[in-house]
């Protein structure tokens, strides 16, 4: 009798799910990844949100860290119109100017047991910042403007002690006027009127029509930069310091102009070089077998496998025995060709060469096929190379630093960062200024990849490079 062999198992069959079952479930798994995609859009949009908020503050580092302050507060924009308006004429950039009277109005509370004295109010000599804005200070409004009180008006309110019992308290506004003086009605326009009200520590100000700046000793005193902003110049002090206060101290000429002017030329300049190089040398790899191709490209990947701290210095000899340091021409061309050649020669040879050999046989050259049918079919991998070329000139930290050190108007905007860095940041603590000079460096980066960021998914650009 024989053995009976076992059967083969079938593998049981797939059950294929109801048309309705699938589609819920592609759009589930859609919805997750919409999801997925819209917060990590939301975590960065925030990121760079936060960075502008606190680009606007006196002191961005405060802790706790506040959303909503003066300058995005809308009735102290009002107030800061006025003031600007009164001070100088001038409603949205304030000042200080001959023949101004400023009403400042400022209400202090206390417990009903407490007596409300008059906090003593002076114009301090006062240096608009630190280190190169220091230097720059030619005019005070010390110098120039006088302040008095006007008028005084008593009042009750009920309010919660620490305890949270409730309880009368008094309030006393006080209404002073600052004057442009009589004497100096020749003088100069002054771009801010600081204050100081000093009062005990029993009574506490509960209303100004601007926040003050700062409490010093335990509260006693009260400390406003600017008494007279406008509405943009409380809005964007810092921004407005930032471009008035990095100057040479010699000329007295903004640098920050200078330094984006330098920036934008040298991504300018590396963006058609590497475009120029990356298209030329892409299509060569891609389409031209000559001996030592392989070698070639396999050189250029290594290269790009070797930090460019590595070769500094021999590149740095080199451009200094060809006298283009200090220069823009230095910056630009140090880096124009890495992964540029390879995303272009990876576009190259998805294009059909069918198209390439017709133009041929039409008595065409290699050039003029390269030049007539190629480049005006590259659009998409052109585009994508030159954001990405202007992206990483514009962001460039180390070659700048290395190879352009004088004059300050020849630097980049990125090492003009670090120089803002010494000079304000550190010891100073004048923060604020430093991220207005960030947030400003970033913004061209921005509105780039806005306007252009759909052409680097574009379709076409995806079906040449798969």
Same mark, same amino acid.
């Given at each position: 009798?024989?053995?009976?062999?076992?059967?083969?198992?079938?593998?049981?069959?797939?059950?294929? @799910?109801?048309?309705?079952?699938?589609?819920?479930?592609?759009?589930?798994?859609?919805?997750?990844?919409?999801?997925? %995609?819209?917060?990590?859009?939301?975590?960065?949009?925030?990121?760079?949100?936060?960075?502008?908020?606190?680009?606007?503050?006196?002191?961005?580092?405060?802790?706790?860290?506040?959303?909503? %302050? !003066?300058?995005?507060?809308?009735?102290? /924009?009002?107030?800061?119109?006025?003031?600007?308006?009164?001070?100088?004429?001038?409603?949205?950039?304030?000042?200080?100017?001959?023949?101004?009277?400023? !009403?400042?109005?400022?209400?202090?509370?206390?417990?009903?047991?407490?007596?409300?004295?008059?906090?003593?109010?002076?114009?301090?000599?006062?240096?608009?910042?630190?280190?190169?804005?220091?230097?720059?200070?030619?005019?005070?409004?010390?110098?120039?403007?006088?302040?008095?009180?006007?008028?005084?008006?008593?009042?009750?309110?009920?309010?919660?002690?620490?305890?949270?019992?409730?309880?009368?308290?008094?309030?006393?506004?006080?209404?002073?006027?600052?004057?442009?003086?009589?004497?100096?009605?020749?003088?100069?326009?002054?771009?801010?009127?600081?204050?100081? @009200?000093?009062?005990?520590?029993?009574?506490?100000?509960?209303?100004?029509?601007?926040?003050? #700046?700062?409490?010093?000793?335990? =509260?006693?005193?009260?400390? /406003?930069?600017?008494?007279?902003?406008?509405?943009?110049?409380?809005?964007?002090?810092?921004?407005?310091? *930032?471009?008035?206060?990095?100057?040479?101290?010699?000329?007295?000429?903004?640098?920050?102009?200078?330094?984006?002017?330098?920036?934008?030329?040298?991504?300018?300049?590396?963006?058609?070089?590497?475009?120029?190089?990356? #298209?030329?040398?892409?299509?060569?790899?891609?389409?031209?077998?000559?001996?030592?191709?392989?070698?070639?490209?396999?050189?250029?990947?290594?290269?790009?496998?070797?930090?460019?701290?590595?070769?500094?210095?021999?590149?740095?000899?080199?451009?200094?025995?060809?006298?283009?340091?200090?220069?823009?021409?230095?910056?630009?061309?140090?880096?124009?060709?890495?992964?540029?050649?390879?995303?272009?020669?990876? %576009?190259?040879? =998805?294009?059909?060469?069918?198209?390439?050999?017709?133009?041929? *046989? !039409?008595?065409?050259?290699?050039?003029?096929?390269?030049?007539?049918?190629?480049?005006?079919?590259?659009?998409?991998?052109? @585009?994508?190379?030159?954001?990405?070329?202007?992206?990483?000139?514009?962001?460039?930290?180390?070659?700048? @630093?290395?190879?352009?050190?004088?004059?300050?108007?020849?630097?980049?905007?990125?090492?003009?960062?670090?120089?803002?860095?010494?000079?304000?940041?550190?010891?100073?603590?004048?923060? =604020?200024?430093?991220?207005?000079?960030?947030?400003?460096?970033?913004?061209?980066?921005?509105?780039?990849?806005?306007? %252009?960021?759909?052409?680097?998914?574009?379709?076409?650009?995806?079906?040449?490079?798969?």
């Amino acid at each position: 009798m024989m053995a009976s062999t076992p059967a083969a198992k079938v593998p049981p069959l797939r059950r294929r @799910l109801p048309a309705g079952a699938l589609r819920r479930r592609q759009l589930a798994a859609s919805a997750w990844l919409y999801l997925a %995609f819209l917060a990590v859009a939301t975590i960065m949009v925030g990121t760079f949100a936060l960075a502008f908020i606190a680009s606007l503050k006196v002191d961005p580092l405060e802790r706790p860290f506040r959303i909503y %302050f !003066d300058q995005l507060n809308p009735a102290a /924009w009002i107030a800061a119109a006025r003031l600007g308006q009164e001070g100088a004429g001038d409603a949205l950039w304030g000042g200080l100017a001959p023949g101004a009277k400023v !009403d400042f109005s400022v209400t202090y509370a206390a417990p009903a047991v407490a007596t409300i004295v008059e906090p003593r109010a002076e114009i301090p000599r006062r240096r608009p910042g630190s280190g190169i804005a220091a230097a720059l200070m030619r005019h005070y409004a010390a110098d120039y403007a006088s302040i008095a009180l006007r008028s005084s008006s008593a009042a009750t309110m009920q309010a919660r002690d620490e305890r949270g019992f409730r309880q009368t308290w008094q309030t006393r506004t006080f209404v002073y006027e600052v004057t442009y003086r009589t004497d100096r009605q020749n003088g100069p326009r002054i771009e801010r009127t600081p204050l100081n @009200l000093t009062a005990p520590t029993s009574q506490t100000l509960i209303d100004s029509p601007i926040s003050p #700046s700062r409490s010093e000793r335990r =509260g006693r005193l009260l400390s /406003w930069d600017n008494i007279t902003p406008g509405a943009l110049g409380l809005i964007f002090n810092n921004y407005r310091r *930032v471009i008035n206060e990095t100057a040479n101290l010699q000329t007295g000429k903004s640098l920050l102009g200078s330094w984006l002017g330098n920036t934008l030329a040298i991504a300018t300049g590396r963006l058609v070089l590497t475009l120029v190089i990356a #298209s030329l040398a892409g299509y060569a790899l891609a389409r031209l077998k000559f001996r030592g191709s392989r070698l070639l490209f396999a050189a250029a990947l290594f290269s790009m496998t070797i930090p460019a701290q590595v070769t500094f210095v021999s590149n740095y000899l080199i451009l200094r025995d060809l006298s283009l340091l200090n220069t823009p021409w230095s910056v630009i061309v140090v880096f124009v060709a890495s992964a540029n050649v390879l995303l272009m020669k990876q %576009f190259f040879e =998805g294009f059909p060469r069918e198209i390439e050999e017709a133009a041929v *046989v !039409d008595g065409a050259s290699r050039f003029q096929v390269f030049c007539k049918i190629v480049l005006p079919n590259a659009k998409p991998a052109l @585009l994508v190379n030159a954001i990405l070329a202007f992206q990483g000139a514009w962001n460039d930290f180390f070659w700048p @630093l290395v190879l352009i050190t004088s004059p300050p108007e020849a630097l980049t905007v990125q090492v003009g960062l670090l120089s803002l860095r010494r000079s304000f940041g550190g010891v100073q603590g004048d923060w =604020g200024l430093v991220l207005a000079g960030a947030f400003i460096s970033i913004v061209p980066v921005v509105i780039l990849f806005v306007l %252009f960021q759909r052409h680097i998914v574009s379709t076409q650009f995806a079906k040449g490079t798969t």
